[in-house]
């Protein structure tokens, strides 16, 4: 299994850009979360689906900020128009519903100039 | 969920056992108590988990006291590549369909 999928692995843009950041869930996985890590808030949940539908987004901090899951296999995060506030490197996890363990990828280290 | 408590570095000798304590004085009789750890620049990992009964894994075990206000997560051999921020989180239910609330963790460095 290839794990969870994401990508850019970086992205370099200038405030004002429009940034779409994706993620492919591990086959067979139910939830799908959406996480943000900066040194001054550490690592915070901006947003989780379940079964492709939004559950919680409170954690989304303004509306700049869009994610979707328009199937079990995708989902985007996409940030619009980009502030140098939101350089952060934004981690999807997925996990199966009756399982207790939440796998996480990679990461998207994203600089906004 | 509950709030946890972890003092916020650690060091311990390469080959000698890593114990790392995490409080969670408020935490309900329904609350699990997770771990997770994240080694520099890559994404958060699934260590153990446990309700009231200690448990042990490949990775580590996990020590639960009775009245259930803290645990230790042991790393019985510590290696350099033990060395990351680990962090204990006490969440409702037995299901990773529920999402994870980190906070600021325990950074261990394993020397040599």
């Known amino acids: 299994d290839a794990g969870v999928i994401q990508s850019p692995r970086h992205e370099v843009t200038e405030m004002g850009q429009e940034v779409t950041l994706r993620c492919k869930p591990i086959s067979g996985h139910n939830s799908l979360f959406w996480y943000r890590q900066t040194m001054m808030r550490g690592l915070e949940l901006l947003i989780y689906f379940n079964n492709n539908v939004p559950i919680d987004d409170s954690g989304m901090p303004e509306d700049r900020f869009s994610a979707k899951m328009p199937n079990a296999s995708f989902s985007t995060l996409k940030i619009q128009p980009s502030e140098p506030r939101d350089s952060a490197v934004y981690f999807c996890a997925s996990s199966p519903t009756s399982g207790y363990e939440q796998f996480f990828g990679p990461g998207t280290r994203l600089t906004v100039l | ?112």
Request: glycine share 8%; hydrophobic share 30%; with cysteine.
């Open chain 2, 1 to 112: 969920d509950a709030k946890t408590t972890q003092p916020p570095s650690m060091d311990c000798a390469e080959g000698r056992a890593a114990n790392l304590p995490c409080n969670h004085s408020t935490i309900s009789g329904n609350e699990y108590v997770y771990w997770y750890r994240q080694i520099h620049s890559q994404g958060p990992q699934y260590i153990i988990h446990g309700l009231k009964n200690n448990e042990t894994n490949e990775m580590a075990s996990l020590i639960i006291t009775e009245d259930r206000k803290s645990s230790t997560l042991i790393l019985p051999h510590a290696t350099l590549r033990d060395t990351a921020v680990y962090y204990c989180i006490v969440r409702v239910a037995d299901n990773a369909g529920n999402m994870l609330t980190f906070g600021g963790g325990t950074r261990l460095m394993v020397k040599p």
